[in-house]
Structure formats: structure tokens, C-alpha cells
């Protein structure tokens, strides 16, 4: 009877949004909605100093930045959205979610919020949008981190081998699934989640599988992730775990050709989110290049 209960949905989903209830007040992060255009878009806002917005990955959301804005809140003023479709945002079609589009529609949130320049950092997608901004909208953007960014060299070998035998394990159907993308995603340090809210974060993602699943052909198309424009000038920090299993490596050097004032970080004993796995490193790598590009 007891483990009926402890195995109840509501015991994941109050242990989840527990956790998520003392990092946000960590981060001193307060919660809003901001209206662009027709999409509503919710986000933490935390802090106060030089601006830094925060760009999640595919299917994940603002949460994700939660340690380290507490990291970085004492100078920059933190905005982690839910990106158009994901989180707590709603669904769109597959074509907004594109870089070239999605950098446009970035810099209408930086008009909605009265930011005239901000510094970025985005992980995975998150990334490939913020060099697609620093690419075609530079004077908006101060300088760029790019972590374990998604771009035009595609996924991960391992990925493409598992598509190839019928197996997306971007898109899990399953708890076991989706394990064992949290596997991929970490190198060492998976969040440290109960097990009944590790249940409910995979509940959450796989009930928007079929929305997913279309952005995701969406962006893997020929002409989605398009070379970049070298001419840049907006200073970029290419920073990947070396346990990277999920965007193939050599998009670290497809971005360093496109940006001519690059610099490339490797964080040893990590996977694909260093915001996660390690926060403090990452916040200090982001920190010590916001204040290198003031300007």
C-alpha cells in the first residue's frame, strides 16, 4: 500500500516542482510571461548587471538554468525563456523553429524586455540560436557562449547509428528510453533527482513526443542548420564536454571558422550540459567572457 503511493504521479510532480521551488529561490528568480508577437513566452528573470539571456535545448526548458543563474545573478541580469514550443510555451510550426527564424524572433524579445545589447548562452539548440543571432543580428548581441551547441556537422555518431536501427532516442517513448538519454546527456553527474521525480521530468517530455517529433524533422532538413557567415563580429566562446554523445564534436570547428574572435573550451568529465553537470566551471567560463566584451 505505502509503495502504491510512494509510486503515485502527484508524489513525482510535488517532489519535481519542490526541487524547482528551492532553486529558484536560490537564484532569487521570479517568474513572468513576456508577450512577442503572437507567441507568450514564460521566463525567470534573476538579478541585476550586464543583461545575459539564456537559450535551453531541444526539448528542454528555462529550468534548466536554474543553478547557474544563482551563479551569476550577482552581476548579470539573467532571462532564461521557454523557448517558442517547448517548457511552458505553445506550440508552434515546425518552420519558426528554425535558426535563421528563431534569431529574429530573439531579437524581438530583447525589444519586448527594452534590451538594446545583450550577452547570450545557449545550450544544444539553444546554441546553434545564439550563433544564428550573433551571425545575423550582431550589433543585438554583445558576445556569445555556446555550450555543447547543435549545428550544421549534426548529431552525435552514436545518434545517427541508433535512427539508422529505428531508435530516436532524441523522441523517448518510455521511461527506459528516456534514461537512457539522460545516460547520453552526462558524463558523470545526472541531476540529483528522486526517482519518482526523474519519473514525472519524463512524463513531461514524452507528452509532447508528436509536437517534438515534427520540430525535429524540421530541424534536421537540408538547408536547416545553414554554414555561417564568417564576418561576425561578435566574440564567441565554443565551449563542449569532451564525453559529448550528443551533437557531433565538429561543430565546435564549424563555429570556429565562422567566428573569427572565437575561443574554444573543453570541460573534462562532462557531457552535453555543462550548465548542469558542471555549473560552477561554466559559470565562470561565462562570467570571465561577459567581462572580456563589455562592449
Keep these: 500500500m505505502i509503495q502504491a503511493l510512494l509510486n503515485h504521479p502527484l508524489v513525482g510532480r510535488s517532489q519535481y516542482e519542490g ?83 528563431m534569431a529574429q524572433t530573439l531579437v524581438e524579445v530583447l525589444d519586448a524586455l527594452g534590451i538594446d545589447r545583450a550577452h547570450l548562452a545557449g545550450n544544444s539548440l539553444g546554441g546553434a540560436y545564439a550563433a544564428a543571432m550573433a551571425a545575423h543580428s550582431p550589433q543585438r548581441v554583445r558576445s556569445a557562449t555556446l555550450l555543447g551547441a547543435a549545428g550544421p556537422r549534426g548529431l552525435h555518431p552514436h545518434l545517427e547509428q541508433a535512427r539508422l536501427a529505428g531508435r530516436d532516442l532524441l523522441l523517448p517513448a518510455n521511461l527506459a528510453e528516456f534514461d537512457e538519454l539522460m545516460h547520453l546527456s552526462f558524463a558523470r553527474h545526472r541531476p540529483p533527482l528522486p526517482r519518482q521525480a526523474t519519473r514525472h521530468l519524463a512524463s513531461v517530455w514524452m507528452a509532447r513526443r508528436h509536437e517534438h517529433a515534427d520540430y525535429f524533422r524540421a530541424l534536421e532538413g537540408l538547408d536547416a542548420m545553414p554554414e555561417l557567415p564568417s564576418s561576425s563580429p561578435v566574440p564567441v566562446l565554443i565551449a563542449y564536454g569532451r564525453d559529448e554523445k550528443i551533437v557531433h564534436l565538429d561543430n565546435a570547428l564549424a563555429y570556429s571558422q565562422a567566428f573569427a574572435s572565437h575561443q574554444r573550451l573543453w570541460f573534462d568529465g562532462c557531457g552535453h550540459a555543462p550548465q548542469v553537470e558542471q555549473p560552477l566551471p561554466t559559470a565562470r567560463a561565462i562570467r570571465s567572457w561577459t567581462l572580456r566584451h563589455p562592449d
Design 19 to 101: 526541487v524547482l521551488k528551492v532553486l529558484r529561490a536560490a537564484a532569487g528568480a521570479t517568474q513572468h510571461l513576456l508577450q512577442v508577437g503572437d507567441l507568450t513566452l514564460p521566463y525567470l528573470r534573476a538579478g541585476r548587471g550586464r543583461p545575459l539571456l539564456l537559450l535551453h535545448g531541444f526539448a528542454d526548458s528555462k529550468e534548466t538554468w536554474l543553478t547557474l543563474m544563482a551563479l551569476l545573478a550577482r552581476d548579470h541580469l539573467c532571462i532564461a525563456l521557454d523557448l517558442p514550443g517547448f517548457g511552458g510555451a505553445a506550440a508552434v510550426e515546425p518552420g519558426r523553429l528554425l535558426p535563421t527564424a
